[in-house]
């Protein structure tokens, strides 16, 4: 992403100063929006109508994601109506609600090993911090690259960070080539780079501007790993010692690095991998801003063209900054890069209220702080017209007439930017090294009524079980902004967004249709707003989403409907899906018994192996782990434990030795519904850990629909 070369020629050994510049390249950094219009291109979106929030998480599709946020096109066809059909397929959720239970510890062993599984996915992102775990990742750190060059810095070659064969871990390693003559040396340092605000490049450091060092403290070592291609090659690897003079350690810039070079020594590599480890022991590590780098020269090599190979780069101890800072769960266990970068909001807000239905508080806290920082610390905060008139009016951010949003999903892992760089909490994309450029989805950057819907469902649970204001506080305001945003008159809310609203200009892809999983979820919120604060807002919000719900039911099928097509007025009558009819029955409860008759509707799409598919059609076969785990907790608040017990063999059945579960039992499980493109939206059978929390959910008969 965003790659820039600078050429300059040093003629002391490793000298760390700005005066070291090479290129830059961003390959896991955070993505800026675009400046204008002609800055994206359409991404994954539906054929028109199901109006169910087309997650980019599940497409397998390489097209259907792109969105540029650099040098792409912006005429795209902005119809994209049903972008959101993956979504709202993970945006309506179930419920907290114990009616039903059929023992006082439903399968325990398989519930701990899923709750071990979430828990263990926090953890390692707070175990280390990466420099290079592969390429393209959001847990990368130190992404800009800067060359070193003595007398001819051809010699010292682009490092290939996406080379594929044979790599330590993961799907890629670091290529390194240089070529040493008498008399000359080079090599690379890996920065942490800098991002003003409002820009889309990032900057090399040059030690004259503060705040650009990443906190290491309590890091023990630096562990990598390296092979040479033939064995014998020579490399000195180092980290910290930015703006000190490499061989006499004198100071050159204003603010350098807290601690000096920090050597392995001069290694003499073979051609297996090995690991190799810097002692960081008394070290002041509290300012960083070189990572990483290596160096040669003839004097290790003689003249030779001299190849070698980086892997797992990383940082191990207690570091403070990482066990502090505001994680985000990966959602899939994936090598598809349009979705391996993702923690989507759905996802990220069930975990939290599998969390909650264990009782366990300070896994779920950690998640919904995160949440709350990533809504105060939106990159488009205060930009567009809405919020641009109501600070005009002296409206205060995250009231009702000024209300905060919450993204589609952010980046997996830390989500607060790196040190220097100006960009709000990090979202995902993924890096093209064919055209040097990081990409964005609109649909994972926008935000949406059912997802926005989700995290306050999360919020609210927290409070409701163990108060703190600020969190009722940011579910008022996220729910303050679907009133806002997507009310048109009538009964129901819209869809929501997609795109940039902090582009200059705006980039955003309005929706006008309804969804009524999208409404489900926000029925249920906003009538557990309603209860804890009693502001007539959310009671009238939560009568609209309910008359909406209703409208949607077909009594001569016995079954309710998608939603609307675009004129948010039309029923969509096309194909039916399994969360429409469970989602309903776990929101309305006692008030579902005039539309029982769609309960006949889900017990016609179970399969054969006790699994049930994301649409009635189902037409590869296989089934939905996400579905069969929330139709089991459906089952077991009606106290139909049978079913409820067939689901749950069902889903234990395919529980990996991990923990977790897959999204699907087959590679290309159907929705019935298409992305823009024309190619079928589908799942695939990658670990999820949506499945996986509503199994505990399921385990525990927590219904998250439910605040009494």
Request: charged share 25%.
């Amino acid at each position: 992403m965003f790659r820039k070369t600078f050429t300059l020629l040093v003629t002391v050994l490793m000298i760390f100063s700005a005066t070291a510049c090479g290129k830059t390249s961003t390959d896991g950094g955070n993505a800026e929006i675009p400046e204008s219009a002609e800055a994206v291109e359409t991404t994954a979106g539906a054929e028109t109508a199901e109006n169910a929030e087309a997650e980019v998480e599940n497409t397998q599709s390489a097209e259907t994601a792109k969105e540029a946020v650099q040098d792409s096109d912006a005429d795209s066809d902005a119809e994209a109506v049903a972008d959101t059909a993956l979504e709202d397929s993970a945006t309506a959720q179930t419920h907290p609600e114990a009616e039903s239970h059929p023992s006082e510890e439903s399968y325990p062993n398989e519930k701990e090993a899923a709750l071990a599984a979430l828990s263990e996915r926090m953890e390692k992102e707070r175990e280390t911090v990466y420099v290079y775990r592969d390429f393209g990742e959001t847990d990368n750190h130190y992404t800009q690259k800067s060359k070193m060059a003595g007398i001819d810095s051809d010699l010292v070659k682009d490092m290939d960070e996406n080379w594929q064969e044979d790599p330590h871990g993961g799907s890629s390693c670091i290529r390194c080539e240089q070529i040493t003559t008498a008399g000359d040396w080079g090599g690379w340092l890996f920065l942490n780079g800098y991002l003003p605000k409002g820009e889309t490049v990032p900057s090399l450091n040059d030690g004259s501007t503060d705040g650009q060092g990443l906190d290491l403290t309590g890091a023990e070592k630096l562990i990598f790993y390296a092979r040479g291609e033939n064995g014998g090659e020579k490399v000195e690897f180092f980290t910290c010692g930015f703006g000190y003079n490499g061989e006499t350690n004198s100071r050159m810039v204003q603010y350098p690095d807290s601690c000096t070079k920090r050597s392995a020594g001069v290694i003499e590599l073979t051609d297996e991998w090995e690991k190799y480890e810097i002692s960081l022991e008394g070290a002041d590590l509290s300012y960083i801003v070189c990572g990483f780098g290596y160096v040669l020269n003839d004097r290790m090599n003689g003249d030779s063209d001299t190849v070698f190979y980086l892997d797992d780069i990383r940082f191990e101890g207690d570091i403070a900054a990482a066990q502090e800072a505001p994680v985000m769960l990966r959602s899939y266990d994936t090598e598809n890069k349009y979705i391996k970068n993702v923690a989507f909001s759905y996802d990220n807000a069930l975990a939290a209220m599998a969390f909650l239905s264990e009782g366990k508080q300070e896994e779920a806290k950690e998640i919904l702080d995160a949440f709350v920082y990533a809504i105060d610390n939106d990159r488009a905060a205060g930009t567009g017209s809405a919020a641009a008139e109501a600070s005009d009016a002296g409206v205060a951010a995250g009231s009702a007439l000024n209300p905060k949003r919450v993204r589609n999903a952010y980046a997996a892992g830390d989500i607060s930017p790196f040190p220097g760089w100006e960009s709000g909490a990090r979202l995902p994309g993924w890096y093209e090294a064919e055209d040097g450029t990081w990409y964005e989805d609109r649909y994972q950057v926008g935000s949406n009524v059912g997802n926005t819907s989700y995290v306050a469902m999360a919020l609210l649970q927290y409070h409701r079980v163990y108060g703190d204001e600020k969190y009722l506080e940011t579910a008022c305001s996220l729910m303050d902004w679907v009133i806002l945003n997507c009310s048109d008159g009538g009964d129901g809310f819209t869809g929501g967004f997609d795109g940039w609203e902090e582009g200059d200009p705006p980039v955003v892809y309005p929706f006008t249709y309804k969804s009524i999983e999208h409404n489900i979820d926000a029925y249920s919120v906003f009538d557990g707003l309603y209860g804890v604060t009693g502001e007539e807002r959310y009671q009238e919000a939560a009568q609209s989403a309910l008359r909406f719900i209703e409208s949607m039911y077909d009594g001569e099928r016995g079954l309710f409907m998608t939603g609307t097509l675009d004129d948010g007025v039309t029923p969509n009558t096309g194909v039916v899906v399994l969360d429409a009819q469970v989602w309903c029955q776990m929101a309305l409860r006692d008030a579902f018994a005039p539309y029982s008759d769609a309960l006949q509707v889900v017990e016609t799409m179970k399969t054969p192996k006790g699994g049930y598919p994301f649409c009635q059609e189902n037409k590869n076969g296989g089934w939905w782990a996400e579905g069969t785990a929330y139709t089991a907790l459906m089952y077991r608040g009606i106290g139909e434990n049978d079913k409820y017990e067939e689901a749950m063999e069902a889903l234990i059945s395919i529980q990996s030795d991990g923990g977790l579960f897959p999204a699907a039992t087959v590679d290309n499980l159907s929705t019935g519904m298409e992305l823009f493109d024309g190619s079928p939206w589908e799942y695939s059978k990658d670990l999820h850990i949506a499945p996986t929390a509503w199994f505990i959910m399921a385990a525990n008969g927590f219904n998250p629909y439910a605040f009494d």
